[in-house]
């Protein structure tokens, strides 16, 4: 290696003899020598997300140890380290509040300290987009590895998603089709290893698309988590940091708006959640790639639905990484020339050569690009005079939805009615079951305060179910709307992630339980039926009642955030951030600390 490298400035530096003295003394104090430390051997970090208080990733602290042997047979030495842990189902108020944070934390250690490079280890939903979001703020080598799905739920021989069984149960409670013990003895079911969500959520898509977007070794995101091959995963990941480092691959060489392209691509043939386009804005924003939510309208509406997943499917993830897992996907995807072949991913292979042989192991799963569930699969972009943008997931839309509500002869694919408001999900679940609400299958439910200022950090509080007596009535599903968002194991085709949000005094922030609204996905259009003055008199109402109220910040993290936070539109990062990237070459070493 003739390349001078970081961690040199640390640990072998005659220039400044004084401070390399002190940064080997300390880390000599655990086991390393003299002789490790200054050989000229990379060091490469480990950002551990695996903890206690993060139960879907807590497998990384076993696959770390693979991770190391495979680092030192490449030539490295190996520091793990940890990263701000963020379990989607143990943080409150919720874990999109911690994404930013561990993000700027992530980086803080990247930078401050004597990396070469970095292993990621990627998980539960918001750990992967952090992480990456992270890497490409710093900019040296780094490669992810996904910590794999659970085994498959089972329960009474039908298999049982996890998150997606969780909507099914509470539509199932409200019906008084189970009782409280069976609830949860029916949502435990689903969870039956160590690993994140089986169903395509957003754990499932965000370690998909890193993989298609080149951050991971191409058939690793899919491997579930107790799988011996997860094991050899994280062995061959270890060693293939250390290549990277000799060969200065950077995350700005591999995440390019072809990948990006590609990834919007993908997500469409997998059924992806509708965080990914949160995520994927957000890391293009910190990698310095143009991509618009109109891109996944673009690029990625016409693209069919090929992979049989819950929620929009059957299976789940063990039965997609038997059926091929991502290079399966890419692959026929590749052969109808929806794929940009040239893209680089980790491995220092384009995309295009790793994924050409690739084929589909079993088609039940995952389908022939001419036999899909559903034809166009992508996400609609939607706009109106109720916010700016809003997507809707159309792999989702069932057959009781589209025949209630999308196939008037008259008018196809557009509906109108009334709206019920709730102001955060405290209200509606106080208030969905009274009858004096009077909402019947003709109404739709409106979710705000829930962004990413109002929550704060923007809840997954928009699939809302219907009223228990019209469950009982056999309406499984009504029209939602919101400011927040939705788990991606969540069937509902809800209009979320809208912006800008009602906290930051967007127009959702006038509308009232009564008024009528107008959807025309062909149109793509949201339309309030207010008239201009009633709506001018509304704003100027909320405005003199100081905009509008949401709770007050308990923590002072709570506060930066909400200070600093964009709209979900633009991948509601920390405004400002963006500017800083690829550090370690703009901006240098940091200073010595002494």
């Given at each position: 290696?003739?390349?001078?490298?970081?961690s040199?400035?640390?640990?072998?530096?005659?220039?400044?003899?004084?401070?390399?003295?002190?940064?080997?003394?300390?880390?000599?104090?655990?086991?390393?020598?003299?002789?490790?430390?200054?050989?000229?051997?990379?060091?490469?970090?480990?950002?551990q997300?695996?903890?206690?208080?993060?139960?879907?990733?807590?497998?990384?602290?076993?696959?770390?140890?693979?991770?190391?042997?495979?680092?030192?047979?490449?030539?490295?030495?190996?520091?793990?380290?940890?990263?701000?842990?963020?379990?989607?189902?143990?943080k409150?108020?919720?874990?999109?509040?911690?994404?930013?944070?561990?993000?700027?934390?992530?980086?803080e250690?990247i930078?401050?300290?004597?990396?070469?490079?970095?292993?990621l280890?990627?998980?539960?939903?918001?750990?992967?987009?952090?992480?990456?979001?992270?890497?490409a703020?710093?900019?040296i080598?780094?490669?992810?590895?996904?910590?794999?799905?659970?085994?498959n739920?089972?329960?009474?021989?039908?298999?049982?998603?996890?998150?997606?069984?969780?909507?099914?149960?509470?539509?199932?409670?409200?019906?008084?089709?189970?009782?409280?013990?069976?609830?949860?003895?029916?949502?435990?079911?689903?969870?039956?290893?160590?690993?994140?969500?089986?169903?395509?959520?957003?754990?499932?898509?965000?370690?998909?698309?890193?993989?298609?977007?080149?951050?991971?070794?191409?058939?690793?995101?899919?491997?579930?988590?107790?799988?011996?091959?997860?094991?050899?995963?994280?062995?061959?990941?270890?060693?293939?940091?250390?290549?990277?480092?000799?060969?200065?691959?950077?995350?700005?060489d591999?995440?390019?708006?072809?990948?990006?392209?590609?990834?919007?691509?993908?997500?469409?043939?997998?059924?992806?959640?509708?965080?990914a386009?949160?995520?994927l804005?957000?890391?293009?924003?910190?990698?310095?790639?143009?991509?618009?939510?109109?891109?996944?309208?673009e690029?990625?509406?016409?693209?069919?639905l090929?992979?049989?997943?819950?929620?929009?499917?059957?299976?789940?993830?063990?039965?997609?990484?038997?059926?091929?897992?991502?290079?399966?996907?890419?692959?026929?995807?590749m052969?109808?020339?929806?794929?940009?072949e040239?893209?680089?991913?980790?491995?220092?292979r384009?995309i295009?050569?790793?994924c050409?042989?690739?084929?589909?192991?079993?088609?039940?799963?995952?389908?022939?690009?001419?036999?899909?569930?559903?034809?166009?699969?992508?996400?609609?972009?939607?706009?109106?005079?109720?916010?700016?943008?809003?997507?809707?997931?159309?792999?989702v839309?069932?057959?009781?939805?589209?025949?209630?509500?999308l196939?008037?002869?008259?008018?196809p694919?557009?509906?109108?009615?009334?709206?019920?408001?709730?102001?955060?999900?405290?209200?509606?679940h106080?208030?969905?079951?009274?009858?004096?609400?009077?909402?019947?299958?003709?109404?739709?439910?409106?979710?705000?305060?829930?962004?990413?200022?109002?929550?704060?950090?923007?809840?997954e509080?928009?699939?809302?179910?219907?009223?228990?007596?019209?469950?009982?009535d056999?309406?499984?599903?009504?029209?939602?709307?919101?400011?927040?968002?939705?788990?991606?194991?969540?069937?509902?085709?809800?209009i979320?992630?809208?912006?800008?949000?009602?906290?930051?005094?967007?127009?959702?922030a006038l509308?009232e339980?009564?008024?009528?609204?107008?959807?025309?996905?062909k149109?793509?259009?949201?339309?309030?039926?207010?008239?201009?003055?009633?709506?001018?008199?509304?704003?100027?109402?909320?405005?003199?009642?100081?905009?509008?109220?949401?709770?007050?910040?308990?923590?002072?993290?709570?506060?930066?955030?909400?200070?600093l936070?964009?709209?979900?539109?633009?991948?509601?990062?920390?405004e400002?951030a963006?500017?800083?990237?690829?550090?370690?070459?703009?901006?240098?070493?940091?200073?010595?600390?002494?």
């Amino acid at each position: 290696m003739t390349r001078k490298l970081r961690s040199r400035a640390w640990f072998d530096n005659p220039d400044n003899i004084d401070m390399t003295a002190l940064y080997l003394e300390r880390y000599l104090n655990f086991g390393l020598s003299l002789t490790e430390l200054r050989s000229g051997k990379p060091i490469i970090g480990i950002a551990q997300t695996g903890s206690d208080l993060s139960p879907c990733n807590r497998h990384h602290l076993v696959l770390a140890e693979r991770i190391r042997e495979g680092i030192r047979e490449a030539g490295g030495i190996a520091l793990e380290f940890p990263v701000h842990p963020i379990q989607e189902t143990g943080k409150r108020p919720t874990a999109a509040l911690d994404r930013n944070l561990a993000y700027m934390a992530l980086v803080e250690l990247i930078y401050g300290y004597p990396l070469d490079g970095v292993v990621l280890t990627t998980g539960c939903d918001k750990t992967t987009p952090a992480c990456l979001m992270a890497a490409a703020t710093v900019d040296i080598p780094s490669i992810a590895l996904s910590v794999g799905p659970m085994l498959n739920g089972w329960h009474k021989g039908e298999r049982t998603g996890s998150g997606t069984i969780v909507w099914k149960a509470r539509e199932m409670l409200a019906a008084g089709e189970i009782d409280d013990e069976g609830f949860i003895k029916l949502v435990a079911s689903s969870a039956p290893s160590t690993g994140y969500c089986n169903t395509m959520g957003t754990a499932t898509t965000m370690n998909s698309l890193a993989e298609v977007l080149g951050m991971m070794l191409p058939g690793t995101a899919t491997i579930p988590a107790p799988h011996r091959d997860r094991q050899e995963a994280a062995y061959l990941t270890g060693k293939r940091i250390v290549e990277m480092v000799d060969e200065d691959l950077k995350p700005s060489d591999i995440m390019t708006r072809d990948s990006f392209l590609n990834a919007i691509v993908a997500s469409s043939a997998l059924g992806g959640s509708t965080n990914a386009p949160i995520h994927l804005a957000a890391l293009a924003r910190h990698v310095g790639v143009e991509l618009s939510l109109k891109d996944w309208e673009e690029f990625g509406h016409a693209v069919p639905l090929l992979v049989n997943l819950q929620p929009a499917g059957e299976y789940l993830g063990e039965d997609f990484f038997r059926a091929g897992g991502v290079p399966a996907v890419v692959g026929e995807l590749m052969r109808q020339g929806l794929i940009r072949e040239s893209a680089m991913t980790v491995n220092g292979r384009t995309i295009g050569d790793n994924c050409r042989d690739a084929e589909i192991e079993d088609a039940a799963v995952i389908r022939s690009f001419d036999n899909p569930l559903v034809k166009d699969a992508g996400f609609l972009v939607l706009c109106g005079n109720l916010f700016d943008a809003a997507i809707m997931k159309t792999s989702v839309i069932g057959d009781e939805f589209r025949n209630r509500y999308l196939s008037d002869p008259d008018d196809p694919d557009a509906f109108e009615g009334p709206v019920v408001v709730f102001d955060g999900p405290e209200d509606y679940h106080a208030r969905i079951d009274d009858p004096a609400l009077g909402i019947t299958d003709r109404h739709m439910l409106i979710m705000r305060g829930a962004g990413p200022i109002g929550y704060p950090g923007a809840a997954e509080v928009v699939n809302m179910r219907a009223p228990a007596y019209l469950l009982r009535d056999g309406v499984r599903a009504l029209p939602c709307i919101g400011d927040g968002r939705q788990s991606g194991t969540s069937a509902s085709p809800s209009i979320l992630n809208a912006s800008p949000e009602a906290a930051a005094n967007g127009p959702l922030a006038l509308v009232e339980s009564g008024d009528r609204l107008r959807i025309d996905l062909k149109a793509r259009q949201v339309t309030l039926l207010i008239g201009e003055d009633e709506l001018a008199a509304r704003r100027e109402a909320l405005e003199a009642n100081g905009g509008y109220a949401y709770p007050e910040s308990q923590t002072p993290w709570q506060e930066v955030q909400r200070a600093l936070v964009g709209q979900l539109d633009s991948g509601a990062i920390l405004e400002g951030a963006e500017k800083y990237r690829r550090i370690a070459a703009t901006k240098g070493l940091p200073r010595d600390n002494h």
